[in-house]
């Protein structure tokens, strides 16, 4: 019964682990989606403006 417990609670871990692990690599790749052309535009006109001066 204890043992049986036991495995119940490793596999809901295990379980949680594995989803919290996507959500966070989903989120990440959705906000370097979002991000990394922003921050190519900004480096574009920081790189601009620097060669301008």
Request: charge should be positive; glycine fraction near 6%; charged fraction near 10%.
């Given at each position: 019964?204890?043992?049986?417990?036991?495995?119940?609670?490793?596999?809901?871990?295990?379980?949680?682990?594995?989803?919290?692990?996507v959500?966070?690599?989903?989120?990440?790749?959705?906000?370097?989606?979002i991000?990394?052309?922003?921050?190519?535009?900004?480096?574009?006109?920081?790189?601009?403006?620097?060669s301008?001066?």
């Amino acid at each position: 019964m204890i043992l049986g417990c036991l495995i119940t609670t490793l596999v809901l871990v295990f379980v949680l682990f594995i989803l919290i692990m996507v959500g966070i690599d989903i989120t990440l790749a959705l906000s370097f989606k979002i991000f990394a052309p922003v921050i190519l535009i900004f480096t574009g006109i920081y790189f601009l403006l620097k060669s301008r001066k």
